[in-house]
């Protein structure tokens, strides 16, 4: 299987790496002379191309599968617009107006379109409710990752992240100093981000459908804080509640909607498709960081 990784940072470096190791062929693309040379030092192929530009996505060769997996770099909803919409559009009519298209497309998104639900549980069947411009952006993605391939006669899937996390990336001051905001955490290791991605592939499951890709447990903040404190022999941090929150005068429009959203993700469907996490909670996941810490 030969697939091409648009956009190939955190999660498609590795998820590179992985499909070379399977016996794979990755190309990893992206705009950046540094983002080309961390995709050579990962070890597989690597073009240099704008996926919101189609002449330059000639320079991709023919692959059996897309990964989308760019990034709008945090900025706001009109630049998320242009990457995940506009530069989506011009990846699936460039590779499907190819003489030979590939079979599939997978888009990453996030769990973040499901809006709030107070805490109850969500899964691919819940109806989206995004609460933000960007997370509204989102949402137009994935009907496009869906509804536009099947016109140029290939299949669309949706890899629904939850919240990132791994080497790099696991923020622990963020919980360990405080104070800490009630609510939920949905999280996945990076590895098991990209490794849900190469099994769907691999396996060629899920056409034509959102998958959630989150680990077995949402957990609330509170509960993780002091769990990574007392991990780390620390005293356990300060606490506050929403309402706390929300009364800060420094707070966005956009970071109160969020601060308000509440959820637990479900991984039932990506379970029942065979998919076995190599971090099944936060617990596995964050066991490196913590002993690093210590």
Request: proline residues 5%; aromatic residues 8%; hydrophobic residues 35%.
């Amino acid at each position: 299987m030969r697939v091409a990784i648009l956009g190939c940072g955190y999660v498609g470096l590795e998820l590179g790496e992985q499909l070379t190791a399977r016996g794979h062929d990755a190309i990893g693309v992206r705009r950046s002379e540094s983002g080309i040379e961390r995709i050579e030092d990962a070890g597989f192929d690597a073009v240099r191309a704008d996926v919101t530009d189609g002449d330059a996505l000639a320079a991709v060769p023919d692959v059996d599968a897309i990964v989308f997996a760019a990034s709008s770099g945090g900025r706001g909803a009109e630049a998320a617009r242009t990457v995940y919409v506009d530069g989506l559009r011009a990846v699936i009519e460039h590779f499907g107006e190819r003489e030979q298209p590939p079979e599939r497309l997978l888009y990453t998104s996030s769990t973040g379109v499901h809006g709030d639900h107070d805490g109850d549980w969500v899964d691919e069947s819940t109806p989206i409710e995004p609460t933000t411009a960007k997370t509204e952006v989102l949402a137009s993605a994935e009907r496009l990752a869906l509804d536009l391939p099947p016109a140029y006669g290939f299949d669309g899937t949706v890899a629904r992240y939850a919240g990132l996390y791994g080497p790099d990336r696991y923020r622990l001051e963020r919980y360990l100093e405080g104070p800490v905001t009630e609510g939920y955490l949905n999280m996945v290791h990076r590895d098991d981000a990209a490794g849900a991605v190469g099994y769907l592939l691999a396996e060629d499951l899920a056409r034509g459908e959102v998958v959630q890709v989150v680990d077995d447990e949402p957990v609330s903040k509170w509960e993780f804080a002091d769990w990574l404190a007392d991990e780390c022999g620390l005293e356990r941090p300060p606490k506050r509640t929403k309402a706390e929150r929300l009364a800060d005068d420094d707070l966005s429009e956009p970071a109160r909607r969020r601060l308000r959203t509440s959820k637990r993700c479900s991984n039932e469907k990506l379970r029942e498709l065979g998919y076995e996490f190599a971090y099944p909670t936060f617990r596995e996941g964050y066991r490196d960081a913590v002993e690093s810490h210590r």
